[in-house]
């Protein structure tokens, strides 16, 4: 039997070259190998305001992009947080298992709600228990994400062990961590020193997965370099160029020893112009897919109806195992 893998993003901003490099890219890498169940973290999107129009608009958008950079709905199963009410029945569950000590820690909890500072909600503050439950319920064996995520996914298997001392051991599988080497935090274009992040609101720190050739390589050939003219792998003393050194080399598939002796001798200038045509010919064919995607709802609804059916399916079992583990009466059927 394959083994299991979940991972979202959660419906913000926009899907950047961050999340692909970082998340997406090895999705697809692992789909054929696993059980995958890849999803749209709508009910995450709402512990930061929204407008409903844009937030429903951003989940086709969303779902599209998925398909189009070749997630396959028919081997995995794709679908909408909001779409299998078991997501907010065992956050529920988890959370009156979390001690507040452990959602005190969380960084993510802090940055954000400095960012957010009208608006600090008790969903902002429980967020990481709402993700918890998107990966219990499915008994994920491997959780594929960015280095930010890993706070999160220490969370989720405490919880995992909080539930087994006191209602046994056999119904939450504790899940692991799928974090590569290279390109689990790639740094903001116009600051290094900053995550490359979806909702940034200066679109120049990042590129979209759906942005146009021109706006690729404008962004790409201003981003940030460092003082000094060597192209170099140098994290401390080179932030900026290393980063332009990692995005290319997960795009390319050369390494970074590789890139740095292509690189020898020549200009900042050189690299950016030819990673920018790296970006721009990995995202091409995505964005070609994605507009003709965006033009037939009834189909995305129906490949989402059909990505809920799955999942419902096996959430509904864990979600049965759970309630009745912690001694609430089954009702019949
Ligand atoms: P989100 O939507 O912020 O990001 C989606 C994925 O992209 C990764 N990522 C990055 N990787 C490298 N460099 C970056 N600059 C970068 N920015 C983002 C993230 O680590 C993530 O893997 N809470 C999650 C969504 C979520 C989830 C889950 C994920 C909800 N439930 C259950 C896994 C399992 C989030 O907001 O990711």
Known sequence: MKKTILSGSTVTGDLTLGNYIGAINNWKKLQEEYDCFYFLADLHALTVFQDPKILRERTYSFFAQYLALGLDPQNNTIFAQSHVPAHTELNWILTCLTPLGFLNRMTQFKEKSEKHEKNVNAGLY?????????????????????????????????????????YGDRILKMPEAHIEKLGARIMSLQ???????????????????????????????????????????????????????????????????????????????????????????????????????????????????????????????????????????????
């Not at 990505?307 to 009702?331: C, D, F, H, N, W």
């Open 126 to 166: 429980t967020y990481p228990v709402l993700m918890a439950a998107d990966i219990l319920l499915y008994q994920a064996d491997l959780v594929p994400v960015g280095e930010d995520q890993r706070q999160h996914l220490e969370l989720c298997r405490d919880l995992v062990g909080f539930f087994k001392n006191r």
């Open 191 to 333: 600051d290094p020193l900053k995550k490359m992040s979806k909702s940034d609101e200066n679109d120049k720190n990042f590129v979209s997965m759906i942005d146009d050739a021109k706006k690729i390589e404008k962004k790409i050939k201003s981003a940030a370099t460092d003082s000094g003219s060597e192209i170099k792998f140098d994290v401390e003393n080179k932030a900026g160029v290393s980063n332009l050194l990692t995005i290319y080399s997960v795009l390319s598939g050369k390494t970074i020893p590789q890139l740095e002796a292509d690189y020898q001798g020549k200009m900042y200038g050189h690299l950016k112009v030819d990673l920018a045509e790296v970006v721009i010919q990995t995202f091409k064919p995505v964005k070609e897919k994605y507009d003709d995607l965006m033009k037939n709802r009834d189909h995305l609804d129906q490949l989402l109806k059909q990505g809920a059916e799955k999942a419902e399916a096996r959430a509904r079992t864990t979600i049965s195992q759970v309630y009745e583990a912690v001694g609430l009466v089954p009702r019949l059927k």
